[in-house]
């Protein structure tokens, strides 16, 4: 994956947050709460060890 800049990370990871939110209020299945949920995680990850 391409490194990204501090502000196109940001904007991934509350898409991110968007979608697992919506998937949670739409309660959908186990499965696709789970895939965003790591989804997530793994931008946050991303976030952090970029030193952001």
Do not use: P, T
């Not at 709460?33 to 970029?50: K, P, T």
């Amino acid at each position: 994956m391409d490194k990204l800049s501090r502000e196109e990370l940001i904007q991934r990871i509350e898409s991110a947050r968007r979608k697992l939110n919506q998937s949670i209020d739409e309660k959908r299945r186990y499965e696709e709460i789970y895939e965003d949920s790591v989804r997530l995680d793994e931008l946050i990850e991303q976030y952090i060890v970029a030193g952001f």
